[in-house]
């Protein structure tokens, strides 16, 4: 085994923990236990897609319901049947929503960067939301499809693509939504049935993947239709909800840094691209290395429980042979360096014997030719 294979070996298993770790997160032995009791029971009725097999989904349903296990299944089974019923697999594939400009220009929002904790960012100008010109564009029905195909483009983008870029589970959003200007008088009933819509969709089939919702610039005629609104979210939500007036800006700063706030929301951030801000979906998963990276971590069957315990352990299992690997060369090497030293020592001793007979010879030689002169001067005479 060469130097540069452990190099390479460290350089893997290094590399292996941080995805690992970046994966894996941090488990609740409670969490793990409710989540395992779930996965058991949906297995035990065939009823675990292996796509759906996957520990963070599982935990997400059971938060949802309190961790009552039976109402977790429940909620896992209806969101199954809702995305067989609505072909959620065939609208994140296939769905071309091609009045996406069009709807951007009349509807302001878009992802924006992420907040101090590495989340995604999204914002909503809903307050600017020209609602004749938007259902001349589009309808309520492509826009809730467009809706749920972003969803997932979150689900399968850009939540791992934030988890590497930070070294940490990422798996839920930050939102602002900057309502000034709207009121009972300018919100439709279209409108209306729109947003509940969405709301269920999220709150049913999508659950806690809001981390905090900022609603900013909410005036009185806001503060009237919220108390309608808020009858049809669920209370989990809800507590995630913060209803600012126009003093918002500390609060947004205290989580998210002003490089990723639009100027026209107090941040220093100017998109100079065409549309501005809102339309540049900045973020981590824009990235083509985040991209490749997460895919690598996320995208290669390490995401459903079973097959992620089992990596684990593989993983574990490989980290441990490296480190056997790299105790027996330094065992290698410390016998190499013993024997090394027992060499030069010999070497030594025969340097010190070499150099006596050397004096020995040369003793002999001079004597010997002190005694040929000698014997010369003894014949001359």
């Known amino acids: 085994m060469s130097f540069r294979s452990i190099e390479q070996l460290l350089r893997r298993n290094s590399k292996t923990k941080i995805a690992r770790n970046i994966i894996d997160g941090v488990h609740d032995q409670k969490e793990e236990q409710c989540v395992q009791s779930l996965r058991e029971l949906l297995l035990a009725s065939n009823q675990l897609p292996e796509k ?10 059971l ?25 959620v697999d065939a609208i994140a594939n296939e769905f071309k929503f091609e009045e996406y400009d069009a709807v951007k220009r009349c509807y302001p929002h878009g992802f924006h960067g992420v907040d101090k904790f590495g989340r995604p960012l999204y914002i909503e100008r809903i307050g600017l939301v020209d609602l004749s010109k ?32 930070t070294k940490k589970h990422i798996a839920s959003t930050t939102a602002i939504l900057d309502v000034k200007g709207l009121g009972m008088n300018n919100f439709s009933k279209s409108a209306r049935e729109m947003f509940i819509e969405i709301q269920k969709i999220d709150s049913n089939y999508y659950p806690e ?13 806001f ?26 800006l500390n609060t947004l700063l205290e989580a998210v840094d002003p490089s990723n706030l639009p100027d026209f929301l107090g941040g220093t951030c100017n998109c100079p691209a065409t549309g501005g801000c809102l339309f540049q979906d900045k973020g981590p998963w824009t990235d083509p290395e985040m991209v490749c990276a997460s895919k690598v971590a996320f995208g290669k069957g390490l995401k ?78």
């Open 52 to 61: 759906f097999d996957d520990y963070y989904l599982l935990l997400r349903f």
């Open 63 to 87: 938060r949802m319901r309190g961790f009552n296990i039976l109402k977790a299944k429940e909620m896992f089974l209806n969101m199954l049947k809702w995305r067989e019923d609505c072909s």
């Open 134 to 165: 938007l259902m001349q564009v589009t309808s309520i029905d492509r826009y809730i499809k467009y809706h749920i195909s972003e969803q997932e483009k979150t689900m399968s983008l850009r939540y791992p693509a934030c988890s590497i870029a």
């Open 209 to 221: 993947t809001l981390n905090q919702l900022y609603t900013i610039n909410a005036g009185t005629g």
């Open 223 to 248: 503060r009237a239709l919220w108390k309608v609104l808020k009858a049809f979210m669920e209370a989990r939500t809800l507590a995630k909800i913060q209803v600012l007036g126009t003093n918002y």
């Open 304 to 381: 459903s429980f079973s097959e992620l315990t089992a990596t684990i352990a593989c993983e574990s299992f490989a980290g441990c042979q490296v480190d056997e690997q790299i105790s027996e060369k330094i065992r290698e090497l410390e016998d190499c360096a013993a024997q090394t030293k027992e060499t030069l020592q010999t070497l030594i001793c025969k340097q010190q014997e070499l150099t006596s007979h050397i004096e020995q010879l040369r003793r002999i030689l001079r004597d010997g030719t002190s005694a040929d002169k000698q014997t010369d001067v003894q014949n001359s005479k």
